[in-house]
């Protein structure tokens, strides 16, 4: 059974560091990708990468402060933010799907989210 649980959110000042984590189940596909949701907003894609060849994609508003990486021996993908703003305040989900894309419709499987707030 496809299962993604996102870890890692909590709340801190601008300028600060977070390091979000999403589980996934084995086989679930070959694109993983980081979704933000503020309130009364789509989700916006905000990093990609190819669990196998390791091909990242980011959001021009987070390139330079956030890094995507992923540890398939144990199914963990990690979402490392530094330099955060306001801005990035929203619920940051996990997903999988069959393109290396920053686009919510190509991707199959969703994550329950973890909530991320940025205070000035």
């Known amino acids: 059974e496809a299962s993604l649980v996102e870890s890692g959110g909590a709340s801190v000042q601008a300028g600060g560091s977070l390091r979000l984590s999403c589980k996934y189940s084995r086989y679930i596909s070959r694109y993983l990708a980081w979704f933000r949701q503020a309130p009364g907003e789509d989700r916006l894609g905000v990093a990609a990468?190819?669990?196998?060849?390791?091909?990242?994609l980011y959001t021009d508003s987070v390139k330079g402060r956030f890094t995507v990486s992923v540890d398939d021996n144990v199914y963990v993908m990690t979402l490392e933010m530094s330099n955060l703003r306001p801005e990035d305040t929203g619920i940051y989900f996990c997903?999988?799907?069959?393109?290396?894309?920053?686009?919510?419709?190509?991707?199959?499987?969703w994550g329950q989210g973890t909530q991320v707030t940025v205070s000035a």
């Open positions: 990468i190819s669990i196998y060849a390791g091909t990242t």
């Open positions: 997903a999988a799907g069959s393109v290396l894309s920053l686009g919510a419709p190509d991707f199959d499987f």
